[in-house]
């Protein structure tokens, strides 16, 4: 015979083994969400001084790590060379208009600047020196048609493998670009990586992280600056509301300027157009 006690128990029953299967998915789906907010905090560390490093409205920003030299390309497409402690190294022309300074590269890989010119749908590359001069007379341009960018908006090379990644605002997407052996683009191998699917609505800028080969943009309309993995999968969002960027352009990721961190320890440098400066972020973990 049925009794209402033994429904009662089993439906109790029954609610307890659903409450214990949630909890143990909201186990297994924390930590994640936990891991990924402990990366997603930034500092700024400094705003390049002018006293040191003059006037100037850079766009552009690239690191050539055997120079230790960033190379700042301005509006006005003239590069000038600053030292991680704000040394000016003085200014020069590149030998070539483009379109969008934003689009500029160091490869370390094959001792190049490169430069994306959406104008005319061509990659630029000046070979540089050892200690960062750049060579204009050695300038060779490239058909970059077969890249398929519509609207670059930021560049940057993988040290490690000399490929190249185009933001193209378009999408927005990530054009990845493999060189071939001798570091030309004939025969390159390009791949597309929708960055919509990772949240990125609007993008301007990219860098790629040394060592790790994570990619950064920063997305225009949250102003934040979003980490992803080169497939395009999401690994942390960190806020730059709050330090007030006028007009961020470029930016790259390269050694802390604090001489007395770790060698290994890296920063994000960004350029402010409008402010006339660079400003360094560092990568921190949160407040215990």
């Known amino acids: 015979?049925?009794?209402?006690?033994?429904?009662?128990?089993?439906l109790f029953t029954l609610t307890l083994v659903l409450l214990g299967?949630?909890?143990?998915?909201?186990?297994?789906?924390?930590?994640?969400?936990?891991?990924?907010?402990e990366t997603a905090y930034i500092r700024q560390v400094r705003a390049f001084d002018k006293d040191n490093v003059g006037e100037m409205s850079p766009v552009g920003l690239a690191y050539s790590p055997e120079a230790d030299s960033f190379l700042v390309l301005e509006a006005d497409n003239a590069v000038t060379r600053l030292t991680p402690v704000?040394?000016?190294m003085g200014s020069a022309s590149i030998g070539a208009a483009i379109s969008d300074?934003?689009?500029?590269?160091?490869?370390?890989?094959f001792g190049r600047f490169l430069l994306f010119d959406s104008s005319s749908n061509e990659l630029i590359a000046i070979e540089a020196g050892a200690d960062g001069t750049l060579e204009p007379s050695k300038l060779t341009r490239h058909d970059a048609?077969?890249?398929?960018?519509?609207?670059?908006q930021g560049m940057s090379v993988d040290a490690?493998?000399?490929e190249l990644f185009i933001l193209d605002g378009a999408g927005p997407s990530l054009v990845q670009v493999k060189p071939g052996p001798d570091g030309g683009f004939g025969a390159a191998v390009v791949s597309v990586v929708n960055l919509r699917e990772a949240g990125v609505e609007e993008a301007r800028g990219v860098a790629i992280e040394p060592g790790i080969g994570n990619v950064h943009v920063y997305n225009s309309v949250d102003q934040e600056l979003v980490e992803l993995t080169q497939s395009g999968q999401f690994v942390a969002g960190r806020d730059l509301s709050e330090f007030n960027l006028r007009t961020p352009q470029g930016m790259v990721i390269a050694p802390s300027g604090d001489q007395t961190d770790d060698a290994a320890q890296v920063?994000?440098?960004?350029?402010?157009?409008?402010?006339?400066?660079?400003?360094?972020?560092?990568?921190?973990?949160?407040?215990?």
Do not use: C
């Open 160 to 162: 490690a493998s000399g």
């Open 101 to 109: 300074p934003i689009n500029s590269a160091f490869d370390s890989k």
């Open 86 to 88: 704000e040394d000016r």
């Open 1 to 10: 015979m049925f009794h209402t006690d033994d429904w009662q128990m089993k």
């Open 267 to 288: 920063s994000l440098y960004l350029a402010d157009s409008e402010a006339g400066t660079i400003v360094e972020f560092s990568f921190v973990k949160p407040p215990e």
């Open 145 to 152: 048609g077969q890249f398929g960018v519509d609207n670059a």
């Open 21 to 37: 299967s949630v909890f143990l998915v909201s186990l297994e789906s924390g930590p994640a969400t936990l891991a990924q907010s």
